[in-house]
């Protein structure tokens, strides 16, 4: 029933209430199942749901609210400040076009994205600790137990200063998934506002072209074209994840693009693997890191739940609890805008909670974590050659060379009575650094799969 509802935005929260009261059996005769997981699970991908439809109503708004303003006033927002800083961080004077390289196709060893899977990839194992002689990858970045990555979607402009402060005050990368037909010459949302998320460092990736929202827009061009879209107005964004719009399962209820329900406005997995490395869902629980769905990632909107540890599927600490199915899992958690100020505040305590773990939390962006778990998946270490005070080797996956160049972390004991070490790939430095375990000595080294022989030299 209310699958057909259109609900207007200031009766959400009044609804998700009722929903969280009452579970959400839709009138049958079944008994509630409020107190069941199953039902808890249900409700928190129902308040996912409305995030998302809170979000484009409240975009909406926004740009209904534009539309009223006479012209004195949108010439005035035009020569503020912020818009004309907006302007100035385009580049100007690039006017040749190159159009867009065919995206690589698939193929063995060189896969764009991993199956699913029914049984395990691999083992989830305890931090390794290899014998002298043998090199381990370990799962996460710097050997970290589990990861964690923040993507914003929707073109929530307004917050960007939020999140530059954050990453800045943390030391963490986050992942925009941006509405690519959202973005024009208007102050309020402009390329150069992606640039300047590019230019510090932050991931920009798409959120599709409408948001599949246009009728007349089929699915690959959603994916494709915003791909394609947003890789020539950023300079350095290098587009390869993608955000659904409402979901894997195209869930539109409620909000302004309910009413377009044909196949082409769909999300559609098979053309998502065409073109991304990784898709994300806006809901789902957490999931044995052996196991995840790579053109489905579940994502924890709002991260509600993080601290809850009766809520297993969204409670952070379950990824470093050896006793849980999450164990050592990659914990994505997704917002929209941030419209009060206690949803910053709840942020903050989340950002604060990963801080005081980040020696056993990789925090990364969602493309970096995605391409990670991929790479380690599928990667084994080849031609190891031990000398007297150098150990060469390569580290080799089965995934595409040229979207999957995030570093994996490598460990090598050293010889009794080493205690430095330094690194090389194909010639080059990289990074090296000690930690010392039971006595024991190794050195830990981030090499790219494919990338040429990797020297520890100590
Ligand atoms: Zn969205």
Redesign the pocket.
């Known amino acids: 029933m209310k699958n057909s509802l259109t609900i207007p935005r200031t009766l959400l929260p009044a609804l998700l209430g009722m929903l969280l009261l009452t579970g959400c059996d839709d009138g049958s005769n079944e008994q509630p199942l409020a107190d069941t997981p199953e039902s808890a699970l249900q409700q928190a991908r129902e308040a996912a749901l409305y995030d998302?439809v809170d979000?484009?109503n409240y975009l909406n708004d926004q740009a209904a609210k534009r539309a009223q303003q006479t012209e004195t006033e949108a010439l005035e927002e035009w020569n503020s400040p912020q818009a004309f800083a907006a302007r100035s961080a385009l580049r100007t004077g690039e006017y040749d076009f190159t159009p867009p390289p065919t995206p690589p196709v698939s193929r063995p060893g060189q896969l764009l994205n991993l199956p699913p899977v029914s049984s395990p990839r691999f083992t989830v194992r305890d931090r390794q600790w290899p014998v002298a002689g043998e090199v381990s990858i370990a799962m996460w970045s710097q050997d970290k137990l589990s990861a964690f990555s923040i993507s914003i979607?929707?073109n929530h402009v307004q917050d960007h200063p939020f999140w530059f402060e954050m990453g800045e005050r943390y030391g963490w990368k986050w992942t925009w998934?941006v509405?690519a037909n959202q973005v024009g010459w208007g102050a309020h949302d402009h390329w150069g506002h992606w640039q300047l998320v590019q230019d510090k460092g932050h991931d920009v990736q798409t959120?599709t072209y409408s948001?599949l929202c246009d009728a007349l827009f089929y699915t690959y061009r959603e994916y494709r074209q915003s791909q394609v879209v947003i890789d020539q107005n950023v300079e350095g964004a290098r587009v390869v994840a993608m955000?659904y719009?409402?979901g894997l399962n195209t869930n539109k209820a409620g909000s302004p693009c309910a009413p377009l329900t044909s196949a082409r406005t769909q999300n559609d997995r098979t053309q998502a693997a065409r073109y991304f490395l990784a898709a994300r869902d806006?809901y789902g629980a957490l999931t044995s890191p052996a196991r995840i769905d790579f053109l489905n990632v579940p994502s924890v909107s709002s991260a509600r739940n993080f601290l809850n540890a009766d809520a297993p599927w969204a409670y952070f600490d379950s990824t470093l609890d050896p006793a849980s199915n999450n164990w050592r899992s990659w914990y994505s958690a997704h917002f929209?805008g941030l419209y009060a100020q206690t949803d910053k505040d709840y942020v903050v305590q989340i950002l604060d909670h990963l801080k005081n773990r980040e020696a056993d939390v990789w925090v990364g962006s969602f493309t970096a974590v995605a391409r990670y778990a991929q790479e380690f998946a599928t990667a084994r270490i080849t031609n190891l050659q031990q000398g007297s005070n150098s150990t060469r080797f390569e580290v080799r996956d089965d995934m595409n060379d040229g979207w999957f160049d995030e570093p994996l972390t490598l460990k090598l004991r050293l010889p009794e009575g080493s205690t430095t070490a330094s690194a090389t790939q194909q010639g080059v430095a990289i990074p090296a650094r000690v930690v010392t375990h039971a006595g024991n000595v190794y050195a830990l080294v981030d090499a790219k799969p494919d990338q040429g022989v990797v020297a520890i030299n100590y």
């Open positions: 998302e979000s484009l979607d929707d998934f509405i959120h948001h955000g719009p409402f806006v929209h």
